[in-house]
T-cell receptor
Framework: NAGVTQTPKFQVLKTGQSMTLQCAQD?????MSWYRQDPGMGLRLIHY???????DQGEVPNGYNVSRSTTEDFPLRLLSAAPSQTSVYFC???????????FGQGTRLTVV | AQTVTQSQPEMSVQEAETVTLSCTYD???????LFWYKQPPSRQMILVIR??????QNATENRFSVNFQKAAKSFSLKISDSQLGDAAMYFC????????????FGKGTLLTVNP
């Protein structure tokens, strides 16, 4: 049971480049979400999904796109990377709205 | 909007001693969950303990316990018999009951354990 798997673990992008952060879970969880962690800011919610085909914005959605075509996968897309998107990104999943979140190992993204 | 405040950016404790990390939150909801997550240098987010707001009894997990004061909107974490492996960043988090999944985190407290 792998839990929540994020790839890649590290990434360096140039300003304006696009990329997709991958997130997959094998626990059949309906709820998935993306957070970014910045020094002194804690974790802030970017986007979340309550099931396949259903997504919504969190606290800091600008510059990010998501889709949820399957229960297992919830990719996060950066269409045109900016230095302000340098951060550590976490994907999390939860069985329901009543249970705790399980987190992936995080992706450290640097935009130069 | 809900907010979570951790007023101690850093704390330190001697090995085998007890330390308490503070957390306060603001919400108009009556039912919700509160969590403490631990983030060691490996970056992994690890659930330490959870508390349901409708339960009056404070949650405990081995050496970890909470002091949940609903009226004061306070949720502190007590670590007893501190170990070197407890050194980490600790985050307090809030989640409304049955929500469409939105965790609100505090900014974290960095705990150092001195041998």
């Amino acid at each position: 049971n792998a839990g929540v798997t994020q790839t890649p673990k590290f990434q360096v992008l140039k300003t304006g480049q696009s990329m997709t952060l991958q997130c997959a879970q094998d626990m059949n969880h309906e709820y998935m979400s993306w957070y970014r962690q910045d020094p002194g800011m804690g974790l802030r919610l970017i986007h979340y999904s309550v099931g396949a085909g259903i997504t919504d914005q969190g606290e800091v959605p600008n510059g990010y796109n998501v889709s949820r075509s399957t229960t297992e996968d919830f990719p996060l897309r950066l269409l045109s990377a900016a230095p302000s998107q340098t951060s550590v990104y976490f994907c999390a999943s939860s069985y329901s709205g009543y249970t705790e979140a399980f987190f992936g190992q995080g992706t450290r993204l640097t935009v130069v | 909007a809900q907010t979570v405040t951790q007023s101690q950016p850093e704390m330190s404790v001697q090995e085998a001693e007890t330390v308490t990390l503070s957390c306060t939150y603001d919400t108009s909801e009556s039912d919700y969950y509160l969590f403490w997550y631990k983030q060691p240098p490996s970056r992994q987010m690890i659930l330490v303990i959870r508390q349901e707001a409708y339960k009056q009894q404070n949650a405990t997990e081995n050496r970890f316990s909470v002091n949940f004061q609903k009226a004061a909107k306070s949720f502190s974490l007590k670590i007893s018999d501190s170990q070197l492996g407890d050194a980490a960043m600790y985050f307090c988090a809030y989640r409304p009951f049955g929500s469409n999944y939105k965790l609100t985190f505090g900014k974290g407290t960095l705990l150092t354990v001195n041998p």
